[in-house]
């Protein structure tokens, strides 16, 4: 067990919906990161969270966005579903804000029909 | 441009088999982590060793070794005696620094299959 839980571990949900994933990191972590792993892209970075302040951004589309909340969780909210963005959403807790150990949930795994 | 390459997609082994995992990664940095990963098929992320860059001494846990090696820029897996209970996926991935702080960049996985 890693320390990072993530819910809900599975969605399935229609296109053009919302939802929202839910990360809550390693206890004394301050740092979370959103990947997401798809058939065409495999693992790709989307967003990085330091203590409550977007750090670092990757290939996350307009419709997606994310925060970290004062407890530190986070949560990535995926608009507009399109069938593409079927895929495992990971995230992952570091203490600090450099990636030195990060260690993943079990990822949400979303499938858009 | 691809910073991780895992070049080798699928491998087969039978058990009790030695295999080398290979992963090439590219950067301009001196200062760098890399990483290996375990994904069985449950799905999760499982951490496996972080080296850094200043850090070339091979690693070894039990039946799994690290072959770190600048030169070349291989950061190669060696699982020795392997089990079917190795059967997952394995990436490689690197922590580059520059302009890219707290981000990994993971190669494409390779799917390690052990047979009875």
């Known amino acids: 067990d890693s320390g990072v839980t993530q819910t809900p571990k599975h969605l399935i949900t229609a296109t053009g919906q919302r939802v929202t994933l839910r990360c809550s990191p390693r206890?004394?972590?301050?740092?979370v990161y959103w990947y997401q792993q798809s058939l065409d892209q495999g693992l790709q970075f989307l967003i990085q969270?330091?203590?409550?302040?977007?750090?670092a951004k990757g290939n996350i589309l307009e419709r997606f966005s994310a925060q970290q909340f004062p407890d530190l969780h986070s949560e990535l909210n995926l608009s507009s579903l399109e069938l593409g963005d079927s895929a495992l959403y990971f995230c992952?807790?570091?203490?600090?804000?450099?990636?030195?150990?990060?260690?993943f949930g079990q990822g949400t795994r979303l499938t858009v029909v | 441009a691809q910073k991780v390459t895992q070049a080798q997609t699928e491998i087969s082994v039978v058990e009790k088999e030695d295999v080398t995992l290979d992963c090439v990664y590219e950067?301009?940095?001196?200062?760098?982590?890399l990483f290996w990963y375990k994904q069985p098929p449950s799905g999760e992320l499982v951490f496996l060793i972080r080296?850094?860059?200043?850090?070339?001494q091979n690693e070894i846990s039990g039946r799994y070794s690290w072959n770190f090696q600048k030169s070349t820029s291989s950061f190669n897996f060696t699982i020795t005696a392997s089990q079917v209970v190795d059967s997952a996926v394995y990436f490689c991935?690197?922590?580059?620094?520059?302009?890219?702080?707290?981000?990994?960049?993971f190669g494409r996985g390779t799917q390690l299959t052990v047979w009875p």
């Open positions: 992952a807790s570091s203490v600090g804000p450099m990636n030195t150990e990060a260690f």
């Open positions: 206890s004394g972590d301050l740092s």
């Open positions: 969270y330091y203590n409550g302040e977007e750090r």
């Open positions: 950067t301009r940095d001196t200062t760098y982590y």
């Open positions: 080296r850094n860059s200043f850090d070339e």
């Open positions: 991935a690197l922590d580059d620094r520059g302009s890219t702080l707290g981000r990994l960049y």
